[in-house]
C-alpha cells in the first residue's frame, strides 16, 4: 500500500480526504491584486492548497526567435517560447507577501521549481513542498537537487514512459526524498478527457507503491470525480476568476463556483466509496424489512397442503425465507392461518 505524505500538517494518503490543489499559474495576468484575489477565492471554494510556479523567461529558455523556440498551438501559437513566459511568469519579488497572504487565509502556499535557483528561492522562503512538472520530469540532476531538501516532491507525470516515471522516483529516493507523490497527467492544453486514461492511476500507485493524483487541464467536471473512484489522492486543476478575463492559462483554467462544484462532488465521492464491508447500515436494515418473504395468500386450515396457490413470495419480510417454499409445497399447516398471515416454521406440519 502507499504510504501517507504530509504537507503542513495535511496528511494525503488512503484515509484521508482527497487533496485539492488550485493551481494559479499565469491567471494572475501579472497583477498583484489579483494574484491574491486568487489565493482567497482559492480557500473561499474549498481547496486545501495554492501553487504557483516559479521560473524567469530567462532561467526557463532563452531570448531566441527560431524554428526550435516558436511556440506551435491554437492559443499560444504565433511567439517564441521567451515572450510567452515573459508575459505568463510570476514575479518573484511577490512571492513573500503571496505566502503571508495564504498564511493569513489558512491555505497551504506551495510552488513548482523549474531550475536549481527557483529551488533555492523556494528553500528561503519555506515552502512545505516542491513540485516539478511534466516537462522537468527527465531533469534528473534538478530531481536530485530538489529531493535534497527533503521536503515532499511531487512529479508530475505527463508524456513519460514507465521507465521515464522509474528513474525520477529512483533518482528521488536515492538523493533522500522520503515523500513523493505522482500525478497522473495529459500535457495536452485543453486535456480532452478522451486522452486522461484514468486506469493509469491504481496502476502507478501498485507499481510505484507511493500515493498518486490528477493534475488535470482539462474543465469537464465529471474527470477529477472519476479520478477519486480509481483512487486519486491528489486533484490540482488550474485556477482562474474568470475565463473571460484572458491569461495565457484561462481558457483551460476553472472558474471560483466551478471549482467549488467540483471539490463538493469529490467530496460526496469519498463518502461513497466507503469500505469493503457487507455489514447493514441503520437505513438497510429497516429496508430488509422490505423484502419478500412467505405469506398465506388464502385461509389455510389445519391439516391443508400448502400449495402454490395458498402460499406466495410477496413482500414485506415478516415471513420466512421465499428459499423454503419449495420445501414446504406439499406439507401439511399445523395451524389455521388467515390470509395475509407471514408464514413462519411453527405452522408447518412434519409430513406432507
Not at 535557483?117 to 520530469?137: I, N, R, Y
Not at 522516483?169 to 526524498?177: F, L
Request: glycine share 6%.
Amino acid at each position: 500500500m502507499a504510504r501517507t505524505v504530509s504537507i503542513a500538517g495535511r496528511k494525503i494518503g488512503e484515509g484521508h480526504p482527497v487533496f485539492i490543489i488550485a493551481e494559479l499559474s499565469a491567471n494572475h495576468r501579472q497583477s498583484y491584486t489579483n494574484a491574491v484575489k486568487l489565493i482567497k477565492a482559492a480557500k473561499s471554494s474549498g481547496a486545501d492548497a495554492v501553487k504557483l510556479q516559479t521560473y524567469t523567461p530567462d532561467t526557463i529558455t532563452i531570448d531566441v526567435d527560431n524554428r526550435f523556440f516558436r511556440v506551435d498551438h491554437p492559443e499560444w501559437g504565433g511567439q517564441t517560447l521567451y515572450q510567452l513566459y515573459k508575459k505568463a511568469y510570476t514575479p518573484w519579488k511577490w512571492f513573500g507577501k503571496l505566502k503571508k497572504a495564504a498564511d493569513d487565509a489558512g491555505i497551504i502556499f506551495f510552488s513548482t521549481a523549474f531550475d536549481k535557483t527557483s529551488v533555492d528561492f523556494l528553500e528561503e522562503l519555506g515552502v512545505p513542498a516542491h513540485k516539478l512538472s511534466s516537462f522537468e520530469l527527465v531533469d534528473l540532476p534538478l530531481i536530485e537537487y530538489t529531493a535534497k531538501t527533503k521536503k515532499p516532491l511531487i512529479l508530475s507525470t505527463g508524456m513519460a514512459t514507465e521507465n521515464e516515471i522509474k528513474e525520477a522516483v529512483d533518482t528521488a529516493k536515492k538523493a533522500g526524498a522520503k515523500d513523493i507523490i505522482l500525478l497522473k497527467c495529459v500535457s495536452s492544453y485543453p486535456a480532452d478527457p478522451a486522452q486522461m486514461n484514468l486506469k493509469m492511476i491504481p496502476h502507478l500507485e501498485k507499481t510505484f507503491c507511493l500515493p498518486v493524483g490528477l493534475s488535470d487541464h482539462g474543465l469537464d467536471m465529471a474527470v477529477p470525480s472519476a479520478a477519486v473512484a480509481l483512487g486519486a489522492k491528489v486533484i490540482e486543476r488550474h485556477f482562474t476568476l474568470s475565463r473571460n478575463t484572458k491569461s495565457p492559462d484561462s481558457f483551460f483554467s476553472t472558474e471560483p463556483d466551478e471549482l467549488k462544484e467540483l471539490i463538493t462532488n469529490i467530496r460526496s465521492v469519498e463518502k461513497a466509496l466507503g469500505k469493503v464491508r457487507y455489514s447493514l447500515s441503520r437505513e438497510e436494515k429497516k429496508s430488509r424489512l422490505h423484502r419478500r418473504s412467505l405469506f398465506a395468500v388464502k385461509d389455510i386450515k389445519k391439516g391443508e397442503i400448502f400449495t402454490g396457490e395458498n402460499i406466495r413470495s410477496i413482500r414485506p419480510a415478516y415471513g420466512i425465507s421465499p428459499k423454503y417454499e419449495k420445501k414446504m409445497i406439499g406439507r401439511r399447516s399445523s395451524k389455521n392461518i388467515k390470509k395475509g398471515t407471514p408464514i413462519s416454521f411453527g405452522q408447518i406440519g412434519k409430513s406432507r
